[in-house]
């Protein structure tokens, strides 16, 4: 069965500084993976998405994920975070052909410090 | 509509009670998903429609939980008995097909008192 673990329930970083937040999945088949963001009593919103072709993926506000099949991860990364980032990133994997659901970590709280 | 409709926004309800959450999915798309999010967690799958039918039901916690999508459009969660372990919020979300990148609504927030 697929899982998603990601590693930190929260991670403080002060404003300007670099994050990575980290997620590893399990699964037996090639995957779909995603980063959803809920901001504070917002409703989850696809950050960014790996379907196939290049392993790096950008976000449009700066977050950018590798997908790393060996490691079977996929870590969100930003070199420069900014108060707004402020929010709750779930990871969450598909596997092609085997489930028909999304499945997602337990997320991690990105706390942004002035 | 524009996005993904979930109503109502918030239900506080009665242990023991019937409940009816509602999902109006982006126009045109033929999957969606129940999902249910309790405090510090991640969204846990519940059902998922292809069209009317349930494809994967496998997430749906015990028989007092209930789903169906009729015409293939809106679909209704249905619990029965509630119990005050069933606190959360209960989102939805649907996609143009499956393996296609999945809206999600605002959820409702359910609490049983």
């Known amino acids: 069965a697929q899982s998603v673990t990601q590693l930190d329930s929260q991670v403080p970083v002060f404003e300007e500084a670099p994050v990575e937040l980290r997620c590893n999945y399990s699964?037996?088949?090639?995957?779909?993976l995603f980063w959803y963001v809920q901001y504070p009593n917002q409703g989850l919103q696809l950050l960014l998405k790996y379907l196939s072709g290049s392993t790096l993926v950008k976000s449009i506000n700066g977050f950018e994920a590798e997908f790393n099949k060996s490691q079977t991860s996929f870590h969100l990364r930003k070199p420069s975070v900014h108060i707004s980032d402020t929010a709750e990133y779930f990871c969450a994997v598909w596997s092609r052909g085997r489930d028909d659901k999304i499945i997602f970590g337990k997320g991690t709280r990105l706390h942004i410090l002035p | 509509g524009a996005g993904v409709s979930q109503t109502p926004s918030n239900k506080v309800t009665e242990k023991g009670k019937y409940v009816e959450l509602r999902c109006d999915p982006i126009?045109?798309?033929?999957?969606l998903y129940w999902y249910r999010q309790s405090l510090g967690q991640g969204p846990e799958f519940l059902i998922y429609?292809?069209?009317?039918?349930?494809?994967?039901d496998s997430g749906l916690p015990n028989d007092r939980f209930f789903a169906v999508r009729p015409e293939g459009s809106v679909s209704t969660l249905k619990i029965q008995r509630t119990e005050r372990g069933d606190s959360a919020v209960y989102l939805c979300?649907?996609?143009?097909?499956?393996?296609?990148?999945?809206?999600f609504g605002q959820g409702t927030r359910l609490t049983v008192v």
């Open positions: 126009s045109g798309h033929t999957a």
């Open positions: 979300a649907s996609s143009l097909t499956a393996y296609t990148e999945a809206f």
């Open positions: 699964s037996s088949v090639s995957v779909y």
């Open positions: 429609f292809q069209g009317t039918g349930a494809a994967d």
